[in-house]
């Protein structure tokens, strides 16, 4: 059954927690500012993201608050001094990242609170977080308040002018490895997620070829009940389909020919058996193989 709901029609409280539960994992900015006085504040945002490299573009919300519509030290200091260091959260510093976001009085110093170590900036006025392993240095090129309700965005458009990273989460082309790096990303609620590790998977970009689609997959493969949506995705994503040659050699494949011998009499037996052993050789990355097996028989 499908739930359908009007966002006008529930309370801002409840919609707001659906939304973070829905759309996540989100990047945090982890988002050092100063005021004109020379007080550092530090906080985290998970509405933040990067949008373009030309000029480079990086947005995050300091959100109004939705329970009394005040705005965030955050966003007040952008105000005065138009500039911020948006500071990476890895796993080893999520904790202190989430203490950081405590709403202490203004003026109280959440490096200290949060146990960081400062770093001056090369490019502006706001300090770095030294324990964060990749440091934007930003001017804030604009701000767009959406509305003036309580829980509006503000979105600060922000242009990098300096990347600090340590060279010690950095692979061998000079790029941020996942398993070094280990990034964290927020969901809903006291949930975060891990972006390293087993949560780990890669999709092959469909840029370098041009895939025959799903809908040109013969109907037994793709009305099958044993392969998914993401068997088909793959399948979709061949170049071709398989050539008589393809079928021919897959089936004297030994397995493929056991299979074929053993179920020779019994027809329909063998087309359940095939998507399954295809399925199998999907998940191992033999997509090409899989798709020749599926021609032979299908489901």
């Not at 004109?36 to 993201?49: H, K, Q, Y």
């Not at 573009?57 to 911020?84: A, H, M, Q």
């Not at 109280?108 to 324990?131: D, H, Q, Y």
Request: charged share 25%.
């Amino acid at each position: 059954m499908i739930v359908k709901i009007n966002p006008n029609d529930i309370p801002g409280a409840r919609l707001h927690k659906l939304l973070l539960g829905s759309i996540a994992p989100r990047p945090i900015a982890f988002a050092s500012t100063i005021d004109l006085a020379g007080n550092p504040n530090l906080a985290p945002f998970s509405f933040f993201n990067a949008f373009g490299i030309n000029p480079t573009t990086l947005i995050f919300s300091p959100s109004r608050r939705g329970r009394d519509n005040t705005t965030k030290d955050t966003y007040n200091n952008i105000k005065e001094v138009p500039e911020v260091v948006i500071n990476v959260v890895n796993f080893e510093m999520v904790h202190q990242a989430s203490l950081a976001s405590t709403e202490y009085p203004k003026g109280v110093n959440e490096f200290t609170k949060a146990g960081f170590t400062s770093l001056p900036s090369e490019t502006i006025r706001p300090f770095r977080v030294k324990e964060s392993p990749v440091q934007f240095e930003c001017r804030v090129r604009d701000v767009i308040e959406t509305s003036n309700l309580g829980g509006s965005a503000n979105l600060v458009i922000c242009e990098i002018l300096m990347i600090h990273i340590n060279d010690e989460i950095l692979d061998d082309n000079g790029l941020p490895d996942p398993a070094k790096i280990k990034l964290v990303g927020r969901h809903g609620g006291d949930f975060y997620v891990k972006a390293f590790g087993d949560a780990l998977f890669t999709v092959e970009k469909p840029v370098a070829r041009l895939g025959i689609g799903i809908e040109q997959l013969p109907d037994s493969i793709k009305y099958s009940k044993i392969l998914t949506g993401n068997d088909l995705g793959k399948l979709g994503n061949s170049e071709n389909l398989p050539s008589a040659k393809d079928i021919e050699n897959i089936s004297r494949h030994p397995v493929v020919k056991n299979l074929l011998d053993q179920l020779e009499d019994n027809p329909s037996r063998l087309q359940q058996e095939i998507p399954i052993l295809a399925k199998k050789w999907i998940e191992e990355g033999r997509v090409q193989d899989a798709f020749s097996l599926l021609m032979i028989g299908g489901e």
